[in-house]
Nanobody, 121 residues
Framework: QVQLVESGGGLVQPGGSLRLSCAAS????????MGWYRQAPGKQRDLVAR???????NYADSVKGRFTISRDSAKNTVYLQMDSLKAEDTAVYLC???????????????WGQGTQVTVSS
């Protein structure tokens, strides 16, 4: 079994910055993609950013140029550096990881518990 633990959320003023972290632990053989989704009240869950095991990254158009995703494979951890935050970035941010176990070949997606990011003056 795998657990994803997130940290770094909180309250920040518009234009400010936050850095989210998500560490995976458990029976992990390898991790393929890792990334972040977000969901605001009354809205669907949308992909914010993803990063592959080869460090290739993709971003939602709404966060390009402001957010940066990175990972530390040795620590099974993914980060999301959020700069120039806007009110519309307010949401619950959820970490995910596509994890390969030693006992199964196909990756399985795991999710963190979610961390609240609130951008308000």
């Amino acid at each position: 079994q795998v657990q994803l633990v997130e940290s770094g959320g909180g309250l920040v003023q518009p234009g400010g910055s936050l850095r989210l972290s998500c560490a995976a632990s458990g029976t992990i053989f390898s991790i393929n993609d890792m990334g972040w989704y977000r969901q605001a009240p009354g809205k669907q869950r949308d992909l914010v950013a993803r990063i592959t095991s080869g460090d290739s990254s993709n971003y939602a158009d709404s966060v390009k140029g402001r957010f940066t995703i990175s990972r530390d494979s040795a620590k099974n951890t993914v980060y999301l550096q959020m700069d120039s935050l806007k009110a519309e970035d307010t949401a619950v941010y959820l970490c995910y990881a596509q994890i390969v176990h030693a006992f199964r070949r196909n990756p399985y997606a795991y999710w963190g518990q979610g961390t609240q990011v609130t951008v308000s003056s």
